[in-house]
């Protein structure tokens, strides 16, 4: 005990002879939050967490995640918990002092695990004690180090998770095996791998009388490459390429991505198709990234996992659409034109909206706008007066998926991460929804181009007479949308599964009732396909696919942590990061959001998190290509950027700023 204390005393002292280089111990007053210190500032989601030993000591624990990481299978949700353990003399801080592919605790949050740092007591990110126990704070023991930090550590950790523990030991960490000695504790752990001056020794719990289980150890390979990259060349004069070659690309993808934005956004003046430009865009940007990347390996992880969720999002797309084909050669949507009687158009702004509205609380924004689109296309004639309609069909699809757990993407995100509830989120978000449509359809009831038309306008365009069973056939495809919540909650299974169901359930029933009817072959599923619109999809997949990239790079990461840092409260964060999806997909945005601030920092239904809800979709009305749902609009109705700014942005972000008030009101 006498000399463990003179080791521990020698090495302050060194440590301050020199400098303190790594800095590990520090008075409590100087101390700083490791995650702002160095985690964030490398574009790394952080969580900062206290937890008290049973002896009364205070013990600091860091949670960091990666959005670009590998996952290896875990899709969607945190990998398995890793707890790193540092050395002696050292603390957390030493797991990351490299750059992000040199430092083993960002190599492991980069392959898809949930890296938990600990620190013991007495270092620096571990120095808080409460007052009545100051006397002894010094006084403790290797033992006490296994017995009582480590093991409020793997509670803690375990509690949070729900998942058994991976620990990684170096140096004095590898002393936690006295833990261990507790069954509560090993029945706690997965595996242990503990590094000795000596090499690498590993625990399995099979072989230990600790335990009588078999634990499954960590990936070899995983660990295989983490290792290498964190052994590899450490020395100062590679740091600086390592972060120059990040820097470079960084300003290369943030380039060609502004210079691919600006060319669809003139795409009308340049000539250049804006489906073209995406997928080229979209292309290029992963090449670089490929380049940029600390290995082709993990390029090609990347883009096989964004692959992955844009093509679930285009699946999604290209069904809704052939469903909506179907519908519409039956004239299924004779059954909701012929209902809409009204020809004012000051009303007709209205009825659309609200029908809208509420449709996209139950489907997603996007199949509601592909519905809407297509109602009006039968309903009012090609003119100004349809592109102004299409716009509100736009701003009510995003307000109306806002307070619905199962219309917006985001809000649907948030519900299924815990961050929201669904009743408090009706309750509290429906009528800031209903304002953000509200101002602006008041707003643009009062422009020229719906107000001027006169009594007589829009000229709906006469509708066939409905074909034969195409009640049944429309009655069968809306049930295919409504219920695809439901099957996705019901499965696990992602919503576009669903729509695959609906489709193949349309498919075999358009066979079955049109068998025989050679001159019936159009209301068939494989003429609809050829009506779809292939270009519009193509393009969302280009504008998707560029996104992903941007954040497989860590970009979005950074615009998020820079609003963590710059911007004073949750409220401006959640409006900025509304007027951010303006530009930028949401989806990445709020996923970033939900990594950055833990559910500690804002309790589940807190105003943060419903703020992000509203503010992330309907923030997505103020620009044309912030939404699906505008996407959609731009493809479908062939409608150019410039158009939507001048005509559309104002009012969309009049409701935006209104909704923003009204949920602060009704919080106050």
Request: aromatic residues 10%.
């Amino acid at each position: 005990m006498g000399m463990q204390r003179l080791l521990a005393t020698l090495g302050i002292a060194v440590s301050i002879l020199l400098g303190n280089t790594v800095e590990s111990f520090d008075h409590p007053e100087q101390q700083h939050c490791l995650c702002e210190d160095l985690i964030l500032p490398s574009g790394y989601p952080c969580s900062q967490y206290t937890i008290q030993t049973k002896d009364g000591l205070l013990l600091g624990l860091q949670r960091v995640s990666s959005f670009s990481s590998l996952r290896f299978g875990f899709d969607g949700e945190r990998g398995p918990p890793v707890l790193l353990l540092h050395g002696l003399f050292t603390a957390g801080d030493a797991w990351f002092i490299n750059s992000p592919d040199q430092s083993l605790g960002f190599v492991l949050a980069d392959h898809g695990f949930d890296v938990w740092v600990g620190n013991v007591r007495g270092t620096r990110w571990s120095q808080g004690v409460p007052c009545f126990i100051l006397h002894h704070f010094w006084g403790w023991s290797r033992q006490d180090l296994a017995m009582y930090n480590l093991a409020e550590m793997i509670n803690y950790i375990y509690s949070a998770t729900n998942s058994k523990v991976f620990v990684l030991g170096h140096s004095q960490g590898e002393m936690s095996f006295v833990a261990f000695t507790q069954p509560e504790i090993a029945e706690k752990v997965e595996a242990a791998t503990l590094v000795l001056a000596k090499g690498l020794r590993q625990l399995n719990h099979k072989r230990t009388r600790y335990r009588g289980t078999t634990p499954t150890l960590l990936p070899h390979n995983v660990l295989a490459r983490a290792e290498n990259k964190a052994r590899g060349p450490t020395s100062s004069s590679l740091q600086p390429q390592q972060s120059s070659r990040k820097q470079f690309q960084d300003l290369a993808m943030a380039l060609l991505f502004v210079i691919g934005y600006v060319v669809i956004i003139f795409e009308e003046y340049l000539a250049f198709n804006k489906s073209g430009v995406g997928l080229l865009m979209a292309v290029s940007l992963w090449v670089i990234r490929s380049i940029g990347a600390p290995s082709t390996d993990i390029a090609v992880s990347e883009l096989s996992h964004a692959s992955a969720e844009v093509s679930e999002i285009v699946f999604f797309l290209l069904v809704a659409m052939t469903i909506v084909e179907i519908v519409d050669a039956h004239q299924g949507f004779k059954l909701v034109t012929d209902n809409i009687t009204t020809r004012k158009p000051c009303l007709l702004l209205w009825v659309i909206g609200f029908v809208t509205f509420f449709l996209s609380s139950v489907l997603d924004s996007l199949a509601s706008t592909i519905i809407m689109i297509s109602l009006l296309r039968k309903l009012v004639p090609p003119s100004e007066y349809r592109k102004i309609l299409g716009a509100v069909v736009v701003i009510a699809a995003n307000s109306g998926g806002a307070w619905s757990p199962i219309g917006a993407v985001t809000t649907t995100m948030l519900w299924m991460h815990g961050q929201i509830s669904a009743l408090q989120t009706v309750k509290g978000l429906f009528v800031p929804s209903v304002i953000s449509l509200a101002v602006p359809l008041v707003l643009m009831s009062l422009t020229s181009g719906v107000h001027g038309k006169g009594q007589n306008s829009p000229d709906v365009i006469a509708s066939k007479q409905i074909a034969p069973r195409g009640l049944l056939v429309s009655s069968v495809s809306l049930g295919a949308l409504i219920l695809v919540p439901v099957f996705s909650a019901l499965t696990g299974l992602s919503p576009y599964m669903g729509m695959l169901l609906g489709l193949g359930v349309l498919w075999i029933l358009t066979d079955a009732i049109h068998y025989g009817e050679s001159e019936r072959q159009k209301l068939k599923v494989p003429q609809a396909l050829s009506r779809i619109d292939i270009q519009g999809a193509l393009f969302f997949l280009g504008i998707l696919l560029s996104v992903s990239s941007l954040d497989a790079a860590g970009i979005l990461r950074k615009i998020a942590n820079y609003f963590d840092a710059h911007v004073p409260s949750g409220e401006l964060i959640a409006s900025a990061i509304g007027l951010i999806s303006a530009v930028i997909d949401n989806v990445p945005l709020v996923a970033a959001t939900m990594g950055m601030y833990d559910i500690s920092c804002f309790p589940q239904d807190s105003d943060f998190w419903q703020l992000i809800a509203l503010c992330a979709s309907t923030g997505g009305s103020i620009l044309i290509i912030g939404s699906a749902a505008g996407v959609a609009f731009m493809g479908m109705e062939k409608v150019n950027f410039i158009w939507y700014l001048r005509k559309v942005s104002g009012f969309a972000l009049a409701g935006y700023a209104a909704g923003i008030a009204a949920y602060l009101i009704s919080a106050s």
